[in-house]
């Protein structure tokens, strides 16, 4: 069965710091992965996705993430943190498919210090 | 990137009352769209999938009775909270996704609902 793992619940890094926000995945086929970021009382915005091209994605606003199939990891990172970023990070895995429905993790909290 | 649009944004509701929150694709066709429940503090939990012009397809432990969810065309499903109680206070977000393989599903802006 395909499950999402984020490890820390809660992640807080100064302005200008380096944001590593770590997810793995558990998936029997080869997965796509999502990185999706929630504003308090908003619905989800998509960061980045990987869907078994490179390897390397770019997001929006720098955010870029890994697939690496050996250490089955998706971490999500942004050379240098913004007091913007603060918000909740989702990382999800889809079944696959035109009609795979997304399986989430619990989320990490990212908190930026000025 | 696709619009999804979800109404009301928040609602408050008295106990024993049904209450619907629509979702909308503004600008594409969504074949597929889906219901999630967000608890405070926790991740999003998936309700429901639902194809246009079929009946939907509940997770294990959600009451279809309850949670009611209609897709009657392509840019419009709607969930219908019935008999809510104070338990069903929850954050509720759709998403939706066209045809095709590898589409991104787009999500609404969700509905905070509070039953009192």
């Known amino acids: 069965a395909q499950s999402v793992t984020q490890l820390g619940s809660h992640v807080s890094v100064s302005e200008g710091a380096l944001v590593l926000l770590r997810c793995n995945y558990s998936?029997?086929?080869?997965?796509?992965l999502f990185w999706y970021v929630q504003y308090p009382n908003q619905g989800l915005q998509l960061l980045l996705k990987y869907t078994s091209a490179a390897t390397l994605v770019k997001g929006i606003n720098d955010f870029e993430a890994e697939f690496k199939k050996s250490e089955t990891s998706f971490h999500l990172t942004k050379p240098s943190a913004h007091m913007s970023d603060a918000a909740e990070y989702f990382c999800a895995v889809n079944l696959g498919g035109s009609q795979g429905n997304l399986i989430f993790g619990k989320g990490t909290k990212l908190s930026v210090k000025p | 990137g696709a619009v999804v649009s979800q109404h009301p944004s928040w609602v408050i509701c008295k106990s024993g009352t049904s209450v619907k929150i629509e979702c909308r694709s503004l600008?594409?066709?969504?074949?597929?769209m889906f219901w999630y429940r967000q608890f405070p503090k926790q991740s999003l939990m998936l309700m429901a999938t639902s194809n246009e012009g079929s009946k939907a397809t509940y997770e294990q432990g959600v009451e279809k009775d309850k949670f009611l969810i209609n897709h009657a065309s392509l840019t419009l499903s709607t969930l219908t909270v019935t008999s809510a109680h104070p338990e069903d206070s929850s954050f509720y977000i759709c998403?939706?996704?066209?045809?095709?393989?590898?589409?991104?599903?787009?999500f609404g802006q969700g509905t905070r609902l509070t039953v009192v």
């Open positions: 998403s939706a996704r066209a045809t095709g393989v590898n589409t991104e599903a787009f």
């Open positions: 998936s029997s086929v080869p997965p796509y």
């Open positions: 600008d594409f066709q969504a074949t597929t």
